[in-house]
T-cell receptor, first 112, second 113 residues
Framework: GENVEQHPSTLSVQEGDSAVIKCTYSDSASNYFPWYKQELGKGPQLIIDIRSNVGEKKDQRIAVTLNKTAKHFSLHITETQPEDSAVYFCAALTDSWGKFQFGAGTQVVVTP | ETGVTQTPRHLVMGMTNKKSLKCEQHLGHNAMYWYKQSAKKPLELMFVYSLEERVENNSVPSRFSPECPNSSHLFLHLHTLQPEDSALYLC????????????FGSGTRLTVV
């Protein structure tokens, strides 16, 4: 089955710096890769996603890149702000009926 | 109400109790899911329902029993749980199986004592 590895598990950055989180997946049939942000006491919220026919997608300070050959995708957050502090999860969809495999999460802490 | 709503937000139960978690979606989605979220571990998919039919049961112990009476409601019935079942239980819904509109609820924090 699909296996998604996520690194790092924790990431501390200074406000204004960039943050990068990387995920690798094992199933070459994976075709959809969302990123979720989870704040304390809340469920995961979709922040950006990418499909396998696209190499890069950007939404303001957030971007996602996909390398299908290497089977990895990354989340880039630029000009980080304290409100970016949260746990971020990557996921890969390979099967029918929305059965995602999730990474273990990255705790991002943005210090002023 | 919009989105995916889960109740209760917190639940403490003894190992001999029976309780139920409720999930309701107001998005017109056709699929609903139960996930278990434990500390430092990836989200674990438990059950998948599509148009009220169960399409996935990921080897979940029988002490967890799902119910989907209609496409807007999903329940997780709990009985004789173990302390290791303590976790955040998340409900999600999606338009279909392609991942479009995948939306999570805020979860129920379950503690088994």
């Amino acid at each position: 089955g699909e296996n998604v590895e996520q690194h790092p598990s924790t990431l501390s950055v200074q406000e204004g710096d960039s943050a990068v989180i990387k995920c690798t997946y094992s199933d070459s049939a994976s075709n959809y890769f969302p990123w979720y942000k989870q704040e304390l006491g809340k469920g995961p919220q979709l922040i950006i996603d990418i499909r396998s026919n696209v190499g890069e997608k950007k939404d303001q300070r957030i971007a996602v890149t996909l390398n299908k050959t290497a089977k990895h995708f990354s989340l880039h957050i630029t000009e980080t702000q304290p409100e970016d502090s949260a746990v971020y999860f990557c996921a890969a969809l390979t099967d029918s009926w929305g059965k995602f495999q999730f990474g273990a999460g990255t705790q991002v802490v943005v210090t002023p | 109400e919009t989105g995916v709503t889960q109740t209760p937000r917190h639940l403490v139960m003894g190992m001999t109790n029976k309780k139920s978690l409720k999930c309701e979606q107001h998005l017109g989605h056709n699929a609903m899911y139960w996930y278990k979220q434990s500390a430092k571990k990836p989200l674990e998919l438990m059950f998948v329902y599509s148009l009220e039919e169960r399409v996935e049961n990921n080897s979940v112990p029988s002490r967890f029993s799902p119910e989907c009476p209609n496409s807007s409601h999903l329940f997780l019935h709990l009985h004789t749980l173990q302390p290791e079942d303590s976790a955040l239980y998340l409900c999600a819904s999606s338009q279909d199986g392609t991942g479009v509109g995948y939306t999570f609820g805020s979860g129920t924090r379950l503690t088994v004592v």
